[in-house]
T-cell receptor, first 116, second 113 residues
Framework: GAVVSQHPSWVICKSGTSVKIECRSL??????MFWYRQFPKQSLMLMAT?????????EQGVEKDKFLINHASLTLSTLTVTSAHPEDSSFYIC????????????FGEGSRLTVL | GENVEQHPSTLSVQEGDSAVIKCTYS??????FPWYKQELGKRPQLIID?????GEKKDQRIAVTLNKTAKHFSLHITETQPEDSAVYFC????????????FGTGTRLTIIP
């Protein structure tokens, strides 16, 4: 199956700093990537849809100025949590798909963010 | 948007017994019905899926049944094993592929040895 890689797998940062998480499709080109957030013992909630070469589409309630998404190439999307606060501590997961393949979505390993 | 609920939210079964998790959805246009398994701290993994033109699909110990009229589909795990312990999510979709997923509320399954 296709491989989607996230980096870093975990990160600890101080309140007020910014953190960048990368999502890469390693063996296919992903025209669309999705970013999810998962709080402990809860479901995955979609934050935004990242489209290569255009602006991301954010879900209702997600601050686009706080969660910056860039999809600069067909293999890389980045999520930057700006001015992170403890309430941003969560598990962030990306998924990627492409119309050229079966259409199945593939998930990254996830990135656990802890803001002190 | 799609409203997706799962029942039960937690389920404990004795090893070797069967487990059934039900997913109800609101959008009658949904036509692709996957189930994901997520172990603690790991990514969700697709374990089985079904399309709306069939009512049941089986893969070894795992099966999915679909009732489109009633807008629900269920995950069946037989002969459960300790490694089946995980959180299971359904994620009904309108179109297969390149579609943002609305995950169900999740079911924590614990297999008791």
């Amino acid at each position: 199956g296709a491989v989607v890689s996230q980096h870093p797998s975990w990160v600890i940062c101080k309140s007020g700093t910014s953190v960048k998480i990368e999502c890469r499709s390693l063996d296919f080109q992903a025209t669309t990537m999705f970013w999810y957030r998962q709080f402990p013992k809860q479901s995955l909630m979609l934050m935004a849809t990242s489209n290569e070469g255009s602006k991301a589409t954010y879900e209702q309630g997600v601050e686009k100025d706080k969660f910056l998404i860039n999809h600069a190439s067909l293999t890389l999307s980045t999520l930057t949590v700006t001015s992170a606060h403890p309430e941003d501590s969560s598990f962030y997961i990306c998924s990627a798909g492409t119309r050229g393949r079966s259409g199945e979505l593939f998930f990254g390993e996830g990135s656990r963010l802890t803001v002190l | 948007g799609e409203n997706v609920e799962q029942h039960p939210s937690t389920l404990s079964v004795q090893e070797g017994d069967s487990a059934v998790i039900k997913c109800t959805y609101s959008d009658s246009a949904s036509n692709y019905f996957p189930w994901y398994k997520q172990e603690l701290g790991k990514r969700p993994q697709l374990i089985i899926d079904i399309r709306s033109n069939v009512g049941e699909k089986k893969d070894q110990r795992i099966a999915v049944t679909l009732n489109k009229t009633a807008k629900h589909f269920s995950l069946h795990i037989t002969e459960t094993q300790p490694e089946d312990s995980a959180v299971y999510f359904c994620a009904p979709q309108i179109n297969f592929g390149n579609e943002k997923l609305t995950f169900g509320t999740g079911t924590r399954l614990t297999i008791i040895p």
